[in-house]
Nanobody, 124 residues
Framework: QVHLVESGGGLVQAGGSLRLSCAASGPTLARNAMAWFRQAPGKGREFVTTTNWSGSTTSYADSVKGRFTVSRDNAKNTMYLQMNDLKSEDAAVYYC?????????????????WGQGTQVTVSS
């Protein structure tokens, strides 16, 4: 059973940076596509970014392009999300997800495994 745990969330001022981590335990996810999603209060879950196993193929939501960067360290079974120039609209609970397949995807229904989420709060 795959278990995902996010960390690194917190309170940051607008314009600041945070780095989220997603640590996986259980069967290795070295060949699986993974992603970050987020959910703000009163809104549905929103795609942020996805990556293939090597990080050679990535995709970002338009709202975070140029500011967020996804990466993976498969030796540590960990995925990261570097978030720079944070805006108030980035405030949300951030979830990492993993899918059984290798192809990155932006649809949450493609992902079988989810973490519990980490809160990101941006103060203006």
């Amino acid at each position: 059973q795959v278990h995902l745990v996010e960390s690194g969330g917190g309170l940051v001022q607008a314009g600041g940076s945070l780095r989220l981590s997603c640590a996986a335990s259980g069967p290795t996810l070295a060949r699986n596509a993974m992603a970050w999603f987020r959910q703000a209060p009163g809104k549905g879950r929103e795609f942020v970014t996805t990556t293939n196993w090597s990080g050679s193929t990535t995709s970002y939501a338009d709202s975070v392009k140029g500011r967020f960067t996804v990466s993976r360290d498969n030796a540590k079974n960990t995925m990261y999300l570097q978030m720079n120039d944070l805006k108030s609209e980035d405030a949300a609970v951030y979830y990492c997800a993993a899918k059984i397949g290798m192809v990155p995807a932006s649809d949450e229904f493609d992902y079988e495994y989810w973490g519990q989420g980490t809160q990101v709060t941006v103060s203006s």
